[in-house]
């Protein structure tokens, strides 16, 4: 006769089977999800393209080195220094412009303006009355000779003066001639007199300057040429 386990028995060894499978699962599953059983990651998730160089994008966390920013253009460079010299390794202006000198380093005149040619009587006229006589008399052509005096002579003439006023009215036009400029400046002139009495003067100078070739600096210069002075009767 075949003996058979109590029912109790087989109910057990069915229910330990069972929860052996269950448990089995439920390690597997959880190895699956990295998870320790108390909510923990034991394996990061794969990190995206650029993780470990500064962030996803892959751009460096704070900028290392050297520029920042894009690259500066060559052509908008700086290109002169705060005195506004050119900087090494820079092209300089072409010969002539902005103020450089010419190719054969020669300085750029200017002209004589009509503005320049009132400036030399208004200096004639200071000079006389400083008692320079010697400067006044060289601001006539040819060296004061165009005064048709000596200095000797020219001082002499204002001996008897003590002081001289100048009103310098408006230029004329300047007019050419052969190899030269000539312009004309009105005045109006009180001249004081030792004794304490004023003569009056109305009149012009007309002044020439040079502009042949060769010709010096000082040729080139306004120069008195000749006066045409009346004096004004009370």
Same mark, same amino acid.
């Given at each position: 006769?075949?003996?058979?386990?109590?029912?109790? @028995?087989?109910?057990?060894?069915?229910?330990?089977?069972?929860?052996?499978?269950?448990?089995? &699962?439920?390690?597997?599953?959880?190895?699956?999800?990295?998870?320790?059983?108390?909510?923990? @990651?034991?394996?990061?998730?794969? &990190?995206?393209?650029?993780? #470990?160089?500064?962030?996803?994008?892959?751009?460096?966390?704070?900028?290392?080195?050297?520029?920042?920013?894009?690259?500066?253009? *060559? &052509?908008? *460079?700086?290109?002169?220094?705060?005195?506004?010299?050119?900087?090494?390794?820079?092209?300089?202006?072409?010969?002539?412009?902005?103020?450089?000198?010419? *190719?054969?380093?020669?300085?750029?005149?200017?002209?004589?303006?009509?503005?320049?040619?009132?400036?030399?009587?208004?200096?004639?006229?200071?000079?006389?009355?400083?008692?320079?006589?010697?400067? *006044?008399?060289?601001?006539?052509?040819?060296?004061?000779?165009?005064?048709?005096?000596?200095?000797?002579?020219?001082?002499? #003439?204002?001996?008897?003066?003590?002081?001289?006023?100048?009103?310098?009215?408006?230029?004329?036009?300047?007019?050419?001639?052969?190899?030269?400029?000539?312009?004309?400046?009105?005045?109006?002139?009180? &001249?004081?007199?030792?004794?304490?009495?004023?003569?009056?003067?109305?009149?012009?100078?007309?002044?020439?300057?040079?502009?042949?070739?060769?010709?010096?600096?000082?040729?080139?210069?306004?120069?008195?040429? @000749?006066?045409?002075?009346?004096?004004?009767?009370?």
């Amino acid at each position: 006769m075949r003996s058979h386990p109590p029912r109790f @028995s087989v109910f057990v060894l069915a229910l330990a089977l069972t929860g052996a499978i269950l448990s089995g &699962a439920c390690g597997d599953k959880t190895a699956a999800n990295g998870s320790d059983g108390e909510g923990d @990651s034991a394996e990061a998730l794969p &990190a995206p393209e650029g993780a #470990g160089r500064g962030g996803v994008t892959g751009m460096p966390a704070t900028p290392g080195p050297g520029q920042i920013g894009p690259p500066a253009d *060559a &052509a908008t *460079a700086p290109q002169f220094d705060e005195d506004g010299n050119p900087l090494p390794g820079t092209a300089t202006p072409a010969d002539g412009v902005d103020g450089t000198l010419p *190719a054969d380093g020669g300085a750029v005149a200017a002209e004589p303006t009509p503005d320049d040619a009132v400036a030399v009587v208004r200096d004639y006229y200071a000079a006389i009355n400083h008692g320079q006589f010697d400067q *006044a008399y060289a601001l006539w052509s040819d060296g004061g000779r165009a005064s048709g005096q000596s200095a000797q002579q020219f001082a002499a #003439g204002f001996a008897d003066t003590t002081g001289v006023s100048v009103e310098l009215l408006p230029p004329g036009p300047v007019d050419a001639g052969a190899g030269q400029r000539h312009i004309e400046v009105p005045v109006a002139i009180t &001249a004081t007199q030792r004794d304490g009495s004023q003569r009056k003067y109305v009149g012009a100078y007309v002044l020439r300057r040079s502009v042949v070739d060769g010709a010096s600096d000082e040729q080139r210069a306004w120069r008195i040429g @000749s006066a045409d002075i009346r004096e004004v009767r009370p």
